[in-house]
T-cell receptor
Framework: KAGVTQTPRYLIKTRGQQVTLSCSPISGHRSVSWYQQTPGQGLQFLFEYFSETQRNKGNFPGRFSGRQFSNSRSEMNVSTLELGDSALYLC?????????????FGPGTRLLVL | GQNIDQPTEMTATEGAIVQINCTYQ??????LFWYQQHAGEAPTFLSY????GLEEKGRFSSFLSRSKGYSYLLLKELQMKDSASYLCAVLTSGGSYIPTFGRGTSLIVHP
């Protein structure tokens, strides 16, 4: 099976711009979660999508949004970028089940905001 | 709120045993994960504990004590490739899947 893929892998933006990141899950995985990883805050949960609906949400401002398509691919959007949004954005996917289910991470998108 | 503590950095010698501790204070508990993350790479799953006790998987074992809010990851027969960051993550209960991660423990294995 192909693994989780994320595009683009690297991105440079300026303050005030917006950005869209993409995540393609492992075949058969219907849950996609997004995380932000920074040296200062570590790995933080953004939100989870399942069957095109946001199922869980972390504690991030409304500038961070996402969606999921019928083929389970997901996109994450950050509007009005701030310097502090510079981070590694990871998505992780799993089939659908309970909390014990293993999630598989993609390689991440490294975003630099200037 | 959630609070998860892990040591920032540990060093060990190739072939030795190392124990990485994780303590947590959360509102509700629905399991604890350990992940390994090599520099510049994505985290990979190591273990999941929801009941008290020790789970062994090859060279890696994970222990949980829910009453103490404590877990550890035990790595035996250390290899150079075990140099990585080890992340402890707690799932809170309530029907939602929102993992809270510790800051990670950077393990350096030297010859």
């Amino acid at each position: 099976k192909a693994g989780v893929t994320q595009t683009p892998r690297y991105l440079i933006k300026t303050r005030g711009q917006q950005v869209t990141l993409s995540c393609s899950p492992i075949s058969g995985h219907r849950s996609v979660s997004w995380y932000q990883q920074t040296p200062g805050q570590g790995l933080q949960f953004l939100f989870e999508y399942f069957s095109e609906t946001q199922r869980n949400k972390g504690n991030f401002p409304g500038r961070f949004s996402g969606r999921q398509f019928s083929n389970s691919r997901s996109e994450m959007n950050v509007s009005t970028l701030e310097l502090g949004d510079s981070a590694l954005y990871l998505c992780a996917t799993r089939t659908s089940g309970g909390p014990e289910e293993t999630q598989y991470f993609g390689p991440g998108t490294r975003l630099l905001v200037l | 709120g959630q609070n998860i503590d892990q040591p920032t950095e540990m060093t060990a010698t190739e072939g030795a045993i190392v124990q990485i501790n994780c303590t947590y204070q959360t509102s509700g508990f629905n399991g604890l994960f350990w992940y390994q993350q090599h520099a510049g790479e994505a985290p990979t799953f190591l273990s999941y504990n929801v009941l008290d006790g020790l789970e062994e998987k090859g060279r890696f074992s994970s222990f949980l004590s829910r009453s103490k809010g404590y877990s550890y990851l035990l790595l035996k027969e250390l290899q150079m490739k075990d140099s990585a960051s080890y992340l402890c993550a707690v799932l809170t209960s309530g029907g939602s899947y929102i993992p809270t991660f510790g800051r990670g423990t950077s393990l350096i294995v030297h010859p």
